[in-house]
């Protein structure tokens, strides 16, 4: 059996490490415990463990000094980090290609969001539109402004402390094809990476009736999540691109 | 464990160096290495307060020496890789010795482990404390190391090892 033989082997070996380990000399235990006071006496006084716990601390201050030192650096190349996104992203979206996403400088960047007539859909229909971003590369945030909100002179109504008002009447029903939002959709987007033909669709639904809405789609210029204004109300988060009119009824 | 005078603590360790060298040696596969190992365990022996909280000196002394030379193989990484090649003269005791061969066939910690047990007549418990490992590792090791053992052995055809079982 194989515990038999386990035990055997057990017992074999026991009995083979005695009879050859019992087999070797030693020498004296005086001639260990002398070599052994010898190293004992032989020990750093006090003065000597000041030291060598001095010499302890210093290298452990320096490692600390270069792991610091290695952190900033790494932080410094990673930049600062994106503020939170108030919405999730798409999982299949294609990641920035910056965290810290900047336009190019030449051409002027722009943003088209087309169709741009206006339009009545049912309510709890969607309507489909496609964002055309050309020399600009990061991503975009998507917006929903009430029509009304903006009369077409370049001026978006605020909310106050320099941000347009934004609707929650309607909400974005899917991006680049993706289903989002299964219930209720969001109104807001943020950082949608820009793919490398520039263009990003969407579509938009309510089911709020006469709900009277634009999609808005930007470059957040400094990456706070909101569609800012200046004083005269308007954007200084350029470019910006403004979608037809839907009225849902 | 009453505590032992400077007299009683070296008659305790005089009764068990011997023992412990041996199962050292075979732990380690050198007598150079070993004994410098126990001497450095028993100047940690003779440090104040050791002997209060030590139960049994023989497996005091083995753990703490083992530590010594592993810390020492360490030390001397550079050393041994320059004079590797220039080979000392062996002990030629230990080469007669087939229960180092066997030993060498087993990993350090289940070497440890094995002598621990069946030289130095540890328990598991003991070997469990003193390695700060559980009960079931310390038993599973021993086990992994027989049952490598078994098949070294069942592969060499070994003569005493098939005598015994």
Redesign the interface.
């Known amino acids: 059996m194989d515990s038999?033989?386990?035990l055997?082997?057990?017992?074999?070996?026991?009995?083979?490490?005695?009879?050859?380990?019992?087999?070797?000399?030693?020498?004296p235990?005086a001639y260990?415990?002398e070599?052994?006071?010898q190293?004992?006496a032989a020990?750093p006084g006090a003065i000597g463990r000041v030291f060598s716990v001095a010499r302890v601390g210093a290298a452990i201050v320096v490692a600390v000094l270069f792991a610091l030192a290695a952190a900033f650096a790494l932080l410094n190349l990673r930049g600062p980090s994106p503020a939170a996104s108030p919405t999730p992203i798409p999982a299949s979206t294609t990641p920035p290609a910056s965290s810290s996403p900047t336009p190019t400088s030449s051409p002027a960047p722009l943003i088209n969001v087309a169709p741009t007539n206006d339009a009545s859909v049912p309510v709890n229909s969607t309507r489909s539109y496609t964002a055309t971003i050309s020399n600009l590369s990061g991503c975009v945030d998507l917006a929903v402004v009430d029509a009304n909100t903006y009369p077409g002179d370049g001026t978006f109504r605020s909310a106050g402390n320099g941000i347009a008002e934004l609707s929650s009447d309607a909400a974005f029903r899917s991006v680049n094809g993706i289903p989002v939002g299964a219930t209720g959709g969001t109104g807001y987007f943020s950082c949608i990476a820009i793919p490398s033909d520039g263009r990003i669709t969407f579509t938009i639904d309510s089911g709020t009736a006469n709900a009277f809405v634009r999609p808005v789609v930007f470059f957040d210029v400094s990456d706070n999540n909101r569609f800012d204004l200046d004083a005269n109300n308007r954007p200084t988060d350029k470019p910006f691109g403004v979608g037809g009119a839907t009225l849902f009824n | 464990m009453e505590t032992l005078d400077d007299h009683e603590w070296d008659d305790a360790l005089e009764a068990c160096y011997a023992r412990v060298l041996r199962a050292l040696i075979g732990a380690c596969g050198s007598r150079e290495r070993a004994e410098d190992g126990l001497q450095d365990a028993l100047v940690a022996a003779w440090k104040p307060g050791v002997r209060e909280r030590v139960q049994r000196p023989d497996a005091w002394l083995y753990r703490v020496a083992l530590r010594a030379i592993r810390r020492a193989r360490w030390r001397r990484r550079f050393e041994v890789k320059l004079t590797e090649d220039v080979r000392d003269e062996a002990e030629p005791s230990l080469d007669r010795v087939s229960a180092l061969e066997l030993l060498r066939k087993l990993t350090p910690r289940q070497r440890e482990f094995v002598l621990a047990r069946y030289f130095l007549d540890l328990s598991y418990r003991e070997i469990a404390e003193l390695w700060a490992v559980s009960i079931s590792g310390a038993t599973s090791t021993v086990a992994q190391a027989i049952a490598r053992l078994r098949r070294d052995l069942e592969k060499e055809d070994d003569g005493w090892i098939r005598k015994s079982i």
């Open positions: 038999e033989k386990h055997g082997l057990e017992l074999a070996l026991e009995n083979r490490l005695r009879a050859d380990l019992d087999a070797l000399t030693v020498r235990y260990y415990r070599a052994a006071m190293r004992l020990k």
